[in-house]
């Protein structure tokens, strides 16, 4: 099992470098999930952007080169942590979230093909079990990325969402895949898994009105990722992602650097 070694160098500070034979990670190669912050970030419709405003830059009185900024940014926007309080009136909040939930294996459902002509489709439980028939079972303590393809048209807004219009406006537009309640319900009363996660803006789909699979799902401590990208990268099963938002007390998520770990073989 990989993920006690991967703790253990997690624990002390080192460049860890795949091709190092010594390394907990021999083996497998790095892929970053996350999509850079800056101007063209995709937030909801309701929300403000990112902002990172210089603080000081340039040379200073002594001589030296100096650089420093404040960010501005909401939580839920670009590639982030869902914490389940985001949803469920006493779950985890941000700093709360066990690092077990967010340093798991993690298998990728590919829908590309069911979605490709229908911005409104949820992932049904039928593609999970064919999934299965290929894959096996989807195993305990997992984060199941769905890859809906919608990665390709990031930081398109009006393809990504299926509208650029802001405000209500905007959140009436809204085109894109999700989960189903059927599906969540599946992975986490039959499979057990502990995250879920994928590359568009929302675990509901576009068209959700009442958001039931974030209020299922975050009802039960499971965590979400959104927004998430090269998912295209990352083999069927087999992976591992290391999920870490910054450590905001009281937070409900968080802009997040997810990376994964692939077996070089696959
Ligand atoms: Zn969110």
Redesign the pocket.
Known sequence: MLLRPLIAALAVSCACSVSNADSPFEGYRFIDLSHAFNEHTIYWPTETGFRLEPDFVGETEGGWHYESFTLHTPE?GGT?L?API?FAKGGWSTDEVPLSSLITPAVVIDVRELTADNADYQLTTAAIEQWEAQHGTIPEGCAVLLNTGYAAYWPDRERYMGTSKRGTEGVAALHFPGFSLEAATFLLSERRIVAVGLDTP?IDFGQSKDFLVHRYLYQHNVV?Y?NVGNLNDLPAKGSYIIALPMKVEGGS?GPLRIVALVPLAS
């Open positions: 839920h982030h869902d985001h929302s979400g959104e998520g």
